[in-house]
């Protein structure tokens, strides 16, 4: 592409350190409870802790909020790094330092950037974004959840769900409907406190995979919401919900590039030690070349996430590339997980062993934060725009 001649990767001595120091953190501390959380449903007070401390929650906030002020390549090398361990602890990171929080960043004011990032930047505050309900999933533009203005402040009403981290979060960015007549130019984001008048959470919803991180309705019944909690402008909250959707593929890209190079670490262990027929089953072709597939997989998703992520960094409108890398990244760890449990065979459909955890986990990437199905329509339509005749 023209203007990529000067793309660089590079990582400065900041980010190695940081990238270092994530990563001893996740195998000796998050690794180490990776099956408590897969049993217990919960990840621990001490890892969520450590993480405060080393500013895992302030990922994508600026220094001057409080945040680590670094830049997307800088976000997606941390990202890999917790990608690598119990996808249930990524997932709650990811959802505070993506769509938790980025609206905030890109979208709020002065007054709401003070208030709310740097307590989110150090973790206490935990962000959530609730666009989804059950008639609105896919078509976003089906929201039920009204907002009605009164006064100095907004009535809303209606029900959100599999709402990630909404059993601990403190802060949600919220899509409603202010004017019906108006479709997708008719939706409005709040910043709405678990504490206001008239919010609750809902049932949680037991998962398939993603076990410690939880999901759960949100219930609004008459919540108020001060009309100065409106994030950017009214009528503009469609606009909103597919900025910060685009502006965390990213980072979803890479924290499924994370999952997937343990996988593929975790394969050549195992089939270097494995021995069947008198040799390791590396030695056997069927499995050399399935290792050699996930390898090669892996690799490309690197180079794509990190291409699009310095496109980021540059200001380059990402549209098609982001939809691209969110499908792609989320096709190739389901593609890669599948054939690490192969390559394990029956241990690696044993719930005892990290492989079969991942397996699991892999499979809601294709779904959350925009289905394949609908990258494939994102992509087609600006795909239209640049061949038009």
């Known amino acids: 592409m023209k203007g990529e001649e000067d793309m660089n990767f590079q990582l400065d001595e900041e980010i190695e350190f940081l990238k270092k120091n994530v990563r001893d953190f996740v195998q000796t501390e998050v690794e180490a409870a990776a099956m ?5 449903d919960k990840i621990p007070d001490r890892i969520i802790e450590m993480s405060k401390e080393m500013g895992l929650f302030g990922l994508s906030i600026p220094e001057e909020y409080g945040g680590l002020g670094i830049g997307m ?10 990608g690598a361990t119990h996808n249930g602890f990524t997932t709650l990171i990811g959802a505070h330092t993506g769509i938790g929080t980025v609206g905030i960043v890109e979208l709020g004011n002065e007054q709401q950037k003070q208030k709310y990032l740097p307590a989110l930047a150090r973790g206490d505050y935990i962000g959530a974004f609730a666009l989804t309900e059950p008639s609105a999933g896919s078509n976003a533009t089906n929201l039920k959840t009204t907002a009605e203005k009164k006064g100095d402040k907004y009535i809303l009403n209606g029900t959100k769900h599999y709402i990630t981290n909404a059993t601990v979060a403190d802060v949600f960015t919220v899509m409603a409907v202010t004017d019906a007549s108006k479709g997708a130019k008719g939706i409005t984001s709040f910043i709405i406190e678990k504490d206001f008048p008239g919010f609750k959470v ?4 037991p998962k398939m995979g993603l076990h410690g991180s939880h999901s759960a309705e949100i219930i609004l019944e008459d919540c108020e919401v001060p009309a100065e909690n409106v994030l950017g402008e009214e009528g503009q909250g469609y606009v909103n919900a597919l900025k910060i959707l685009a502006n965390g593929r990213a980072g979803l890209a890479a924290r499924n590039l994370g999952s997937c190079q343990k996988l593929l670490d975790l394969s050549m262990q195992y089939t270097q030690e494995r021995e069947q027929f008198g040799v ?7 499995v050399a070349h399935m290792v050699s597939e996930m390898a090669v997989e ?6 794509f996430t990190y291409r699009v992520a310095w496109m980021v960094d540059q200001g380059k409108k990402v549209i098609k590339e982001a939809a ?4 792609y990244g989320s096709e190739v760890y389901n593609r890669v997980a599948d054939k690490a449990v192969q390559v394990h065979g029956g241990i690696g459909y044993i ?3 990290p492989i079969e955890r991942f397996f699991r986990d892999a499979r809601i990437t294709r779904i959350y934060e925009g ?12 795909l239209k725009k640049e061949y038009a005749l």
């Open 351 to 353: 719930s005892d062993y």
């Open 202 to 205: 809902g049932a949680v919803e």
């Open 280 to 286: 390791p089953i590396i030695e056997h072709q069927a």
């Open 298 to 303: 892996t690799e490309a998703l690197r180079s």
């Open 36 to 40: 408590d959380i897969e049993k217990e």
């Open 371 to 382: 289905t394949s199905e609908i990258q494939k329509n994102i992509i087609s339509s600006q």
């Open 73 to 82: 390549v800088g976000k997606c090398a941390l990202y890999e790094e917790i």
């Open 324 to 327: 691209m890398l969110k499908l």
